[in-house]
Every structure is written in C-alpha cells, then in structure tokens.
C-alpha cells in the first residue's frame, strides 16, 4: 500500500479495486517522476 493512502486506510475501508487503482496511480506517478528527474540529467 502507498504511503499517501496507508493513512487513509486506518479510517475507511476500500471497497472493489479502489485501493489497487489507488497503488497504481501513486506509483505511476513516482515513475513518472523518476523517469522526468533521470531524463533532466541529460538535458543540461
């Protein structure tokens, strides 16, 4: 589980795939992140 939502968790429960569309969100955007920090370096 994701940091941001590992919080949350404590307080509602996830119904379906709600926390599995949850993970992957946050963590498509840490690897976008990533990818765009790595991909600066080169453009410098």
Do not use: C, K, T
């Not at 946050?26 to 410098?44: K, V």
């Amino acid at each position: 589980m994701n940091p941001d939502d590992r919080q949350r968790s404590q307080l509602e429960s996830w119904q379906g795939a709600q926390g599995l569309v949850a993970d992957v969100r946050y963590y498509g955007q840490w690897m976008r992140d990533e990818a765009f920090g790595s991909l600066m370096i080169y453009s410098i």
